[in-house]
């Protein structure tokens, strides 16, 4: 088993892109089988400097590691489009030779003609209409087409099942540009044949041109691979393919943002296959075992985000509570407030002990504990507009906060059993209800949206910063 992905690198890795990496990835390895990365660069004006760079870093990022291609290598190199004109060449001479092929010098403007002739009579522009009846013969500089044998086309697709075409869906593509570059229709049938490829795995958006594909391999007398059609990658509102405008990012930004590998690996993996169970969350080795092109499904997948920051959320979970906080610190680096800086790890692991559960990415790191590291600004709006807070008037909340500064500050063990017995007794003398109370320590200590349980909050700040803080919310609706 052989398969393999061939991407451009033409700009950002796209949702899409990953997903038609994932699967073939999974195939392989499953079957104990080889994954091949193939850079098919030919297209020279969309080329994008440092995009193989990019897509081998990403590719690495989700722990899927190639076993032909760029860097490690391999017995089918080159792993470059680009540097290997000479061997598509050499093929296309043979279709040249048995005249399953010719030259063709025709000028744009002149193709132009014929679209428009076709245009105006209303019926479908095929080349193989205005073939040249006397080819020049060939030589370099001169665009290289096959002549197609229109023909009904049947085959089978191991997600769409048995498919067919008409006549009508071939024509006389071209195998070589002028500059001596091959297009992608000439160029991947060649490479998947002589790396020995078993399935070729891409986008629905190819199943058009398959025809022309078949015709090829028929000429060359080569056998056809596997072919696996993806259905596409819906945009949230489930009527469209997913693009830019509709709001997925890049998976560079993903992973910038706090998304884990695991989590994207995961997410991407289930957006269009499942085992047939109730089960979301799947390790790589779980999706290397039950991955099957049969539970593929033939319809597109809808793209949600918020199901994606649910998952990466769960695997936060599930890392830390498998590996320990300590083991999974290292992740967070990059991702802490700035108010962190001069902290140090050990700081910010306990911070991060207490914190974990209610991360959905590693940046949301920044927001939800810059209050551990620096006072933060009292708002006294956000205090008496708290739901729980807002029938007490200013009196009565500061009244609170002074009881529960008297109480806490006669505390002689600043931890996590003492202080909730601290605060199980403030509850019986002030006699509120713990929304009330709690709510009003938590925001004096942190003014935030949320926080961690109380007293594990309380016990990372430290008694002398916790006392301070509600001493100066007190001070503040004093002077209010």
């Known amino acids: 088993m052989k398969t393999r992905f061939a991407p451009s690198p033409t700009g950002y890795i796209h949702i899409g892109n990953v997903r038609s990496a994932i699967y073939p990835y999974l195939l392989a390895k499953q079957q104990s089988g080889k994954f ?32 032909e291609g760029p860097i490690v290598g391999g017995p089918n190199g080159p792993y470059f489009q680009s540097e290997r004109k000479a061997i598509y060449l050499e093929w296309a001479k043979k279709l040249l030779a048995s005249g399953q092929a010719y030259a063709d010098d ?28 006397n080819p020049p013969q060939w030589q370099e500089g001169i665009p290289i087409r096959f002549k197609a044998d229109p023909k009904p086309r049947k085959w089978y697709d191991a997600v769409m099942g048995d498919l067919e075409a008409g006549p009508e869906t071939q024509d006389d593509i071209i195998l070589i540009k002028a500059d001596g570059l091959p297009t992608y229709n000439f160029a991947h049938i060649i490479d998947d044949y002589l790396m020995e490829v078993s399935y070729v795995i891409r986008g629905v958006e ?15 007398g080569i056998e056809a691979p596997g072919l696996v059609s993806l259905p596409h990658i819906l945009a949230p509102s489930g009527n469209k393919k997913l693009g830019k405008r509709d709001g997925a990012k890049s998976v560079t930004q993903y992973r ?33 075992q039950k991955f099957s092109l049969d539970k593929v499904q033939k319809s597109g997948a809808r793209y949600d985000e918020t199901k994606l920051l ?44 207490i914190i974990y559960d209610r991360l959905k990415t590693l940046g949301d790191l920044r927001e939800m504990t810059d209050y551990f590291f620096r006072d ?20 009565e909340v500061s009244g609170l906060l002074q009881q529960s500064f008297e109480k806490l500050n006669g505390l002689e063990d600043w931890d996590e059993q003492n202080l909730q017995d601290a605060l199980n007794e403030l509850l019986a003398e002030t006699g509120t209800k713990p929304a009330v109370l709690f709510s009003a320590i938590r925001i004096a200590v942190s003014f935030a949206p949320f926080s961690p349980a109380l007293p594990l909050t309380l016990k990372v700040l430290g008694k002398n910063t916790s006392l301070a803080r509600i001493q100066n919310v007190i001070t503040a609706i004093e002077n209010d």
């Open 106 to 133: 025709t000028d744009a403007e002149t193709i132009d003609k014929y679209r428009k002739v076709c245009y105006n009579k209303k019926i479908p522009f095929l080349y193989r209409d205005f073939r040249p009846e």
């Open 36 to 67: 091949i990365l193939r850079i098919e660069d030919t297209d020279r004006a969309r080329f994008v400097e440092d995009a193989t760079t990019l897509i081998e870093d990403i590719l690495k990022w989700l722990g899927l590691d190639w076993d």
């Open 206 to 220: 190819y199943l058009p041109s398959i025809p022309n594909y078949l015709a090829i391999y028929e000429a060359l």
């Open 376 to 395: 933060p600004q009292i708002d006294l709006d956000v205090l008496m507009k708290n739901k729980a807070l807002k029938k007490l008037s200013e009196e």
């Open 310 to 353: 649910w998952m990466n959320g769960q695997w936060i979970r599930r890392l830390v509570n498998e590996e320990g906080v300590e083991k999974f610190y290292p992740r967070t680096q990059g991702f802490w407030p700035e108010s962190a800086t001069n902290y140090s790890d050990e700081d910010r692991i306990q911070v991060l002990g």
């Open 256 to 288: 910038d943002d706090g998304i884990l590998p695991e989590a994207m690996l995961n997410y991407l993996a289930n957006l269009g296959w499942n085992d047939g169970t109730e089960e979301e969350i799947y390790t790589k080795e779980e999706l290397i």
